[in-house]
């Protein structure tokens, strides 16, 4: 699955960036050998109300309020030819780790997000100009757009491009 951002309108003082974050290196170079074991026994809850909790504020759609869309995915999935393994948890979505009790999810959780700010090396900080297009692989990366440019206006549009569930 990819996605994609264009930017229709960006705050002409700045601010509203874009970063992205490689789960494939982050899981290679952060993760011990243990840890990668023990996760790769684990699964995790995503919602869509988490990671959307401020625009649906604003929606007058109940169904899409009412709809939670709660996933579940592995901690640890893999992805490609040679198949790369990449953490699958993100600070916006994921709410728990399925397997453990509240408190447990809940440090394990605290732990996996602290990672990605602690490796900066492994980010990528879009600058955004009116009229980007920016496309990206959406499993193996992790994004957060930065919310310094009140009272300023950013509109963008978002596609997400899902895959064939069969083999071409």
Known sequence: MMGMLYAKVIPKQGGGDTLWVNMVELYNQELSSGMKEMLSKLTAEHSMIKSHKQSLQHDDND????????????VICEHGIPKEKYLY?????TTKIN???EEESNLLLKYLFSLVS?????ICRWKWSENDVCLWHQPTTQHYATANYWPQHRQ????????RTEII
């Open 63 to 74: 169904d899409n309020k009412n709809n939670s869309s709660l996933t579940n995915h592995p």
């Open 89 to 93: 948890v993100n600070m916006s979505a």
């Open 99 to 101: 397997e453990l009790n």
């Open 118 to 122: 602690k490796r900066p090396d492994l």
């Open 156 to 163: 963008m549009h978002r596609c997400a491009i899902m895959q």
